[in-house]
């Protein structure tokens, strides 16, 4: 009985070990989101896309993200290509301006790594949720230049707001 009563755990280890080394072998993924959010910066009257991606894995020479943000303005959508660099701890990448962002509505992002030779190592797809309506921003930037100069075409008009709006006509607007 002695006998058993150390062979048990032995046993035990030896069975368990292939179920947990399974537990550890490689996914296949190299990244995971670990933010999104939508930027507003009031002082210039933009918003972008902002998405955070923590690498899982080192990332490789040459390995490019190749994003595709869903236009809110409607038409093509936006689209960046960046080089992933090997000693950084994270990726952030950012779209260019948008225009048209509503609030509580879901917008699609895409997200292909690619190896050197442009070979698809990994498709990452998301949703970005802004919790505010681009209707909050100045038609126009507030400031401009280095020295952050009042904008003269906001002159007379200290809520940012101009007659003619931002000039853009978004989706559904009547």
């Known amino acids: 009985m002695f006998e058993h009563a150390r062979i048990r755990p032995v046993l035990a280890s030896i069975l368990l070990a292939p179920l947990l080394l399974g537990a550890c072998r490689d996914t296949g993924r190299l990244f995971e989101v670990s933010g999104r959010l939508m930027v507003f910066n ?26 595709t943000f869903e ?15 090997p000693e950084h701890k994270k990726v952030t990448i ?5 225009e ?9 992002v895409s997200i292909r790594i690619e190896g050197q030779d442009g070979a698809l ?11 505010q309506d681009q209707s909050m921003l100045p038609d126009r ?11 003269p ?7 940012g707001r101009l ?3 931002r000039e853009v006509t978004c989706p559904g607007a009547n």
């Open 153 to 159: 075409e906001l002159a007379g008009h200290p809520d």
């Open 121 to 131: 190592l990994q498709e990452i797809e998301t949703t970005m949720v802004s919790s």
């Open 71 to 85: 236009n809110p303005a409607g038409g093509a959508p936006l689209v960046v290509r960046q080089k992933l660099f």
């Open 42 to 67: 009031y002082r210039v009257a933009t918003v972008n896309y902002l998405v955070t991606l923590n690498p899982i894995q080192p990332i490789g020479e040459g390995q490019i993200a190749v994003t």
């Open 141 to 151: 930037p507030l400031v401009v230049g280095p020295g952050y100069e009042p904008n």
């Open 94 to 98: 950012e779209s260019p301006p948008l």
């Open 100 to 108: 048209c962002v509503v609030k509580d509505r879901p917008y699609k």
């Open 163 to 165: 007659p003619g709006g």
